[in-house]
């Protein structure tokens, strides 16, 4: 097909030679356009869903002198048309949109097939293979990537029609495939359910632009399952039936009788369950409230039971382990061993310093001794690590030792159980209520189960509050440790985490010490002593590496002290762009090779879970991908999945739980009012290894020592676990 190139005051159609700026949040572009009878290029500015060189456009709009960039076309309407001309289907190949084909490829492909290549990729790809260099894998590369472009590009433009930002498009492809469309049309809400980063607002938007009334029931039920998609964000495993309604009725605008309805409706699906309570009715994810049972009925069922160790005698084996390991162990580690052995499960508690790893050590030798078969594991791949080099056993993290699936699950469960005789937890407080019904359904017949964990930290990131539910429940027997060793009471550290435990300030800290406080008013001043600190003074000091050693953590995301702005800071100041290599900006976020970057989600295809934190080793304009290496291990996430990680440089404390850093940087301001609590205080105090530095006000320092009253998660296990038989 030819095109007739023409140009006129309030319009212009051509060639797009380069794409200069395109944002995929919000469609703006700058593109330069070959427009015949024009010297030179013609600059276009406007918005587009989707757009790549050698496509033809279509432009309407206004012309408009720029002070720095001269005339351009200011478009009120941008339309794009497959190229036809020898050279644009050359760029359009060679754009990068199609993994499999770069510039090389894309001038190869057309001086062979020339117009016909398009028609051959998509109905005849095994002849790409005539062309030099393409073998049988990236021909179907090419096939596979060719495909998949076509449908996400649709569902890119049928998203942005609708006020969806078009970076989420492959996600939504991912998930939907080709019906992708039919399916949004058919219920938006979806979206608001099924895709991150798509909040309900965006998926009602497209509701509204869909026809779909105020008060319809589709919208009323996407409501209802975002107020309890959003409490199991906060930690709850379920909320009261007059908060579930009150908050859907506020979200909606709409009277509570219509979300009532909706509600009815989820029940009778089984989408929700209303459970009747002491507290009155509860709403919850069928899920929650099912692993909450799971949990409850088998933490009361083990505690019922008699241990199935070997025959032991506490006393000689207390000896015995004392003599083999030099180690004396304190009347309340002596106590806690006694009782774990004779129990078939525990929970041991206690602060940092305590003795927690030599009683667990003490226990695992005894135990080996009798030829008892154990599994030690943690939440993360950070604190498995270090259970690991503690105990001299390996260590690995549930997941893992659960055998998770790529489609999601876990291989071991109550039909493919685990193969011990005991499992021992690590870093517990860090475990949701998922998690732990999962393990639970995974105990064989005779196994026996410790729990080791501290209840000051902050509470899981996942939903619900099981350490401190099966503390406050009595069902389990418990030991906490309290006592600080000699050792450990040389650590500035320690004795501040535990001043802080118990509500006191912590000392400033001698210069020299692995503790200090640096007090800093103005936030401007503290993100400048907090940049000073990881770039100099620290690496200085200890012989760190600023990038690998040196972790900052904050309390909250916004803010000028908050986690965005300190990552912008910190990656210019440690890892700035250079020329020649490549930068991928995607959802808001520029990425480079070197850059530190925190995986925010389980992605069970990729083995990489909530919290992992890697390295940037690899980005391929070419192919669209990024490298990201976790613990020597690369992982490839294309372009469109990069809403998955996030700078590393600051993390937030809560993130940080079960990972230990040789040097923790925390800056702290009032700016920060609504989360200083003493748990995320002791928290973060509690994740350096050889030095803490806390940066900020002291009014916020005392604030967060001083507000212990840490928020309720709304559920029922602590009911369930004191309440046999409760359904």
């Known amino acids: 097909m030819t095109h007739g190139p023409s140009a006129s005051p309030d319009g212009l159609s051509g060639l797009v030679e380069r794409v200069t700026f395109h944002n995929e949040d919000t469609g703006f572009a700058v593109l330069k356009v070959k427009v015949e009878g024009r010297r030179g290029l013609v600059a276009v500015v406007g918005t587009v869903a989707a757009v790549s060189p050698g496509e033809w456009i279509t432009a309407e709009g206004h012309w408009e002198r720029n002070r720095d960039h001269g005339m351009q076309m200011r478009a009120t309407a941008i339309r794009c048309q497959a190229p036809s001309s020898l050279e644009g289907i050359e760029k359009y190949l060679g754009s990068g949109l199609i993994r499999g084909i770069g510039p090389v490829y894309a001038r190869k492909m057309v001086a062979k097939f020339r117009e016909k290549v398009f028609d051959i990729i998509e109905n005849a790809s095994a002849r790409l293979q005539e062309v030099e260099g393409i073998g049988a894998g990236r021909r179907q590369q090419i096939k596979a990537a060719w495909s998949e472009q076509k449908v996400v590009r649709d569902i890119m433009v049928f998203l942005h029609s609708h006020g969806i930002s078009t970076s989420r498009a492959l996600r939504v492809f991912k998930l939907y495939g080709e019906d992708a469309i039919a399916r949004v049309r ?130 000689k084996a207390l000896a015995w382990v004392q003599e083999k390991t030099g180690k004396t162990l304190s009347p309340s580690q002596a106590d806690a061993l006694r009782r774990i052995l004779g129990a078939r499960v525990a929970v041991v508690t206690g602060g940092p310093g305590v003795g927690k790893t030599t009683l667990l050590d003490s226990l695992l030798r005894i135990l080996a001794a009798k030829r008892v078969k154990f599994l030690l594991c943690a939440p993360t791949g950070r604190a498995a690590k270090r259970m690991g080099e503690s105990t001299g056993h390996t260590a690995q993290t549930i997941h893992r030792l659960l055998e998770f699936l790529p489609s999601g699950g876990f291989k071991r469960g109550k039909s493919h159980p685990l193969e011990a005789d005991l499992v021992v937890v690590d870093e517990f407080s860090m475990v949701d209520v998922p998690l732990m019904a999962s393990l639970c359904r995974a105990l064989p017949p005779g196994c026996s189960l410790v729990l080791v964990g501290d209840p000051d930290q902050l509470p899981s990131v996942g939903p619900g509050s099981v350490l401190s539910d099966v503390l406050a429940s009595g069902t389990v027997p418990s030991v906490r440790l309290t006592e600080i060793f000699r050792q450990a009471e040389a650590s500035r550290i320690v004795r501040a985490a535990h001043d802080v435990r118990h509500g006191r300030l912590p000392e400033d800290g001698e210069k020299g010490g692995d503790f200090a406080f640096i007090p800093r008013e103005e936030p401007a001043e503290i993100a400048s002593l907090v940049l000073r600190l990881v770039r100099e003074e620290i690496p200085r000091r200890l012989g760190l590496d600023p990038l690998r050693d040196v972790q900052v953590l904050a309390p909250m995301h916004r803010g000028s002290l908050g986690i965005r702005e300190l990552n912008s800071a910190l990656q210019s100041a440690l890892n700035p762009s250079r020329p020649g290599q490549p930068d991928v900006e995607r959802f808001g976020t520029a990425f480079r090779i070197g850059d530190k970057v925190l995986q925010m989600r389980n992605n069970y295809d990729k083995e990489v879970f909530n919290g992992d934190i890697g390295r940037i080793a690899a980005i391929d ?58 748990n995320l205080l002791y928290t973060g105090i509690t994740r350096g290894r050889r030095l803490v530095v806390v940066a900020g006000q002291r009014k916020a320092l005392a604030t967060a020592v001083r507000q212990d009253d840490t928020r309720k998660r709304h559920g029922g296990l602590l009911a369930r676990l004191q309440t046999p038989g409760r359904e």
């Open 186 to 315: 058919a219920n938006p809400y979806l979206l608001a359910r099924d895709i991150p980063g798509i909040g309900f607002k965006s998926a009602d938007a497209v509701g509204a632009k869909l026809g779909f009334g105020h008060d319809s029931i589709l919208r009323a039920r996407g409501g209802l399952q975002h107020i309890l998609s959003q409490a199991t964000g906060e930690g709850h495993t379920a909320l009261p039936r007059e908060a579930v309604l009150s908050s859907a009725a506020e979200l909606l605008g709409v009277d509570e009788q219509v979300v009532a309805g909706a509600l009815e409706r989820e029940v009778t699906d089984g989408q929700l369950v209303a459970e009747e309570s002491g507290a009155g009715t509860m709403i919850y994810p069928p899920a929650l409230r099912a692993a909450e049972i799971t949990i409850a009925d088998t933490l009361r069922r083990l505690a019922a039971l008699p241990t199935a160790y070997p025959g032991i005698d506490s006393g």
């Open 621 to 678: 304009s070419e192919a669209r991908q990024v490298g990201i290496e976790f613990d020597g291990r690369r992982v490839i996430y294309d372009f469109g999945e990069l809403d998955e990680v996030e700078l590393a440089y600051a993390i937030s404390i809560h993130k940080s739980q079960g990972s230990e850093f040789p040097a923790v940087v925390m800056p702290l301001a009032m700016q920060h009012f609504m989360l200083l609590q003493r």
